[in-house]
């Protein structure tokens, strides 16, 4: 598509639905993440360079119907920001639940097959009412504080 019907586009659609217009698109290339990951704006491409192995480990699992727990969902104590890389695991993994964890209230990201939860990742008692919630949970991404004492509280738990 032409940059310039791309910008015409943005212009004349309200965002989400001119991302499920591109989700379109991309799916019709073959749904390469880092394509999702660029229309998402999540910083795990471009600041960060993790899209590579995801796509590598995850390309398998791609079709399964999963539960994928993201602890982080940006945005920080701004509400309606973050949820970037929430949306691009669903586009992703099209038949999976995506679920989210935030120190923050992240529920206006909630959408089909998009759940959140708010706690921090350092209470084991809140991420296992989560599970208990989510039921199994087949893929965990710790995207969060980044506190290495959090991270190793959240592996344990
Ligand atoms: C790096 S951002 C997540 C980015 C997001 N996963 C993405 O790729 O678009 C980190 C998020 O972790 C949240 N956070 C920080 N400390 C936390 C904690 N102890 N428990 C839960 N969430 C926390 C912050 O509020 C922030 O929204």
């Not at 940006?74 to 970037?84: E, F, R, T």
Request: charged share 30%.
């Amino acid at each position: 598509m032409s940059s310039k019907l791309k910008r015409t586009l943005q212009d004349f659609l309200p965002p989400r639905q001119f991302e499920k217009f591109m989700i379109c698109l991309i799916y019709l290339r073959g749904g390469d993440l880092k394509k999702i990951a660029e229309l998402c704006k999540t910083d795990k491409h471009g600041s960060h360079y993790y899209i590579q192995h995801y796509q590598k480990y995850f390309t398998s699992l791609r079709w399964k119907r999963l539960n994928i727990l993201e602890i982080g969902i940006g945005g920080l104590k701004d509400l309606m920001k973050g949820g970037a890389s929430l949306r691009m695991w669903k586009y992703f993994f099209s038949w999976s639940n995506i679920y989210g964890i935030d120190i923050y209230d992240k529920s206006y990201h909630e959408e089909n097959r998009i759940k959140t939860f708010m706690g921090s990742q350092s209470d084991p008692d809140f991420l296992k009412e989560v599970a208990r919630k989510v039921g199994k949970i087949d893929i965990v991404i710790d995207d969060d504080s980044h506190i290495n004492e959090h991270v190793i509280k959240t592996f344990k738990a």
